[in-house]
């Protein structure tokens, strides 16, 4: 059975509303899949890249990353409903793109300096990509010294569906200043990239992959999660498959444990549960 509860990520005020939602009906949440995104304009207000929310946080950042960060905190604190029982799995739905975030750009502070020095949609979004993959492993690395041996922990896990063909940056094909030109070469962009691109469905795959997978030894080195991509499967039909899917290391940029605590300090600012 199928339950649908509004949640909108961007803002702290329906993440909070979320959370009391599913304690008042549910017993516990045995997986959470953090898979909300947005890319260009947001696709109810209209605002650019670069715009705030209502918590004056920039919106790519606050719906591909704060809002799953502070839900997280919320389902997985002491007497959380993901304590309700043990082998419970939190898979942050990520991207390669975490790659292209530069050098510069991978410090705590520079999240919220980014949007105010005009990055591209493309760089917000990059970034937003690097600080899930980030807060994943600063979750792993908690968990475990919290937990010490006493009991089963959580696992924390990040994916990269491949390039999907979604309507994720449908906002962000037309901006308003752009000229006829640049309009013509993003539309045929647009179509190339569709053409290459994975149905929905078969993008689906390595996050049920994550979320299901029987054996995680290979995910999980030490303390330092790796993410999934999409495997090539014939076989399926479908180009890709659920066990054609593999594990691979992210960026340094990701793993590096100052910028999981900045970021880490950062979101409890930001998004306190309280």
Known sequence: KVRVRQLDT???????????????????????????????????????????????????????????????RLLTRDRGLMRKREGGRVVNVSSVAHRFVKEEATSGQSFIQSSRDGETTEGLYAQSKLAQISSTWEFARREEQSVAGQKTPLKFLTTHPGLISSNIWRHDASRPNDSMRQKAMDAVTSF???????????????????C???????????????YVVPGANEATGLGVSWMGSRWVEPSAAATNPVLGTELWELSLALAPTQ
């Open 10 to 72: 961007s803002t702290v005020k329906s993440v909070k509303a979320f959370a009391a939602v599913l304690e008042r009906e549910f017993e516990a949440v045995d997986i959470l899949v953090c898979n909300a995104g947005i890319g260009g304009f947001h696709p109810e207000r209209g605002r650019p890249a670069g715009g705030l929310t209502e918590d004056s946080v920039e919106y790519i950042f606050a719906t591909n990353y704060l809002g799953h960060h502070l839900l997280t």
């Open 192 to 210: 190339i990239v569709r053409r290459l691109s994975l149905s929905p469905k078969q993008g689906a795959l390595s996050t049920l992959y994550a």
């Open 212 to 226: 299901t997978a029987p054996d995680l030894s290979v995910a999980v080195d030490g303390l330092c999660p790796r």
